[in-house]
């Protein structure tokens, strides 16, 4: 990909649930949950919101890239759980960082759980055909909002969180993504919004989350199959010669199951839902913070992004760190 990640960061709300604490919320056990995803807990938010998260991520990400924040031309936001459906977060975390020396674009984006790989790819489109040098891009989502908390089969699979990378244009690497997706609501949505005006209404119920869990395992199986081995062949590589990959966190067995499909050793796969659970357009950039800090990757090396989710949405795209 024609980028480079210069700085990385994320954010997490402070109050951390633990499965153990969630059986005296929902009818479940620590046992199911962990056998069946491999989380053994999340973090949901109480006094925090959307913005918050995508700011403290914004933050720690332009902090450790070093650089002047005023170069940032350009915020984009992947996420479907914004606090509010109007400025979108990307404005929010634009005036809140102070980024108006100059012009700057800032938008948010929804492509569900593949929002970040979206958003990224967005950015670099950004980068080759314009004069801004540097952008931010940050996944955020405050999923305990839409999820129905008596549905055990869905509300103990996801937290909030948000992480964020600083990308610069890097001419050495040639451009390299795949980006797929297949309408379809039934498996994995939100309910819709009502329509309430004086002509019509449709009531005034919550959002609220579905998702057919044996589907979506299927879906994600594939999905994931089929990004790595276009990239692979698209750039002339061999699984071997990807430092790092960085799949959307939603559930321990569906990795499982690409490792073993794929005949890859679990090593090549970074795996951290055990402790965020699937927090959606946030997983990957969380995830990549976390594999810089632990120095399972480092400057030089080349890592393989994959998202899948709600839309259907799926892809992925091969970065230098
Ligand atoms: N605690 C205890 N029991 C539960 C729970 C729970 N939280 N949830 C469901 N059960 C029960 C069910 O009621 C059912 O009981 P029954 O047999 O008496 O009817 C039993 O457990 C088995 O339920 P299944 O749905 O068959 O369980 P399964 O083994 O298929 O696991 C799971 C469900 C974990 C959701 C699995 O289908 C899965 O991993 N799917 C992928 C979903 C996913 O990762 N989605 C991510 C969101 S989308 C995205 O990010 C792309």
Redesign the pocket.
Known sequence: MGIKIIGSGHCVPATKLSNRH?ESI????DE??FT??GISSRYLVTTEDTNDLAYGAARCAIESAAIDPTEIGLIIVATFTPEQLTPSTACLVQARLGLNQQPVIAFDMNA???GFVYALVTAEQFLKSSKIKKALVIGAEVLSKIMDWN????????GDGAGAVVIEWDEVDSPSFYLNCEGDGDV?GTSKLPVNNPLHQTGTSPISFH???????K??VTAIKETVTTLLMENNLTLEEIDLIIP????K??IDKVVKDLNASPEQFFLNVSEYG?T?AA?IPIALNEAIKKQRIKAGNRVMLV????G?TWGGCIVSI
Not at 26 to 29: A, H, K, N
Not at 211 to 217: H, P, Q, T
Request: charged residues 10%; aromatic residues 12%.
């Open positions: 969630l929902v009818d479940t056990t199911w949950i069946r995803t569900a759980c593949t549905d055990r089969s869905t509300c103990v699979l996801f994995l998702m057919n869990g044996a589907s979506v395992f879906f994600a959307h966190q939603a559930n067995r569906i699937n959606s997983s998202g899948f989710g709600g259907l």
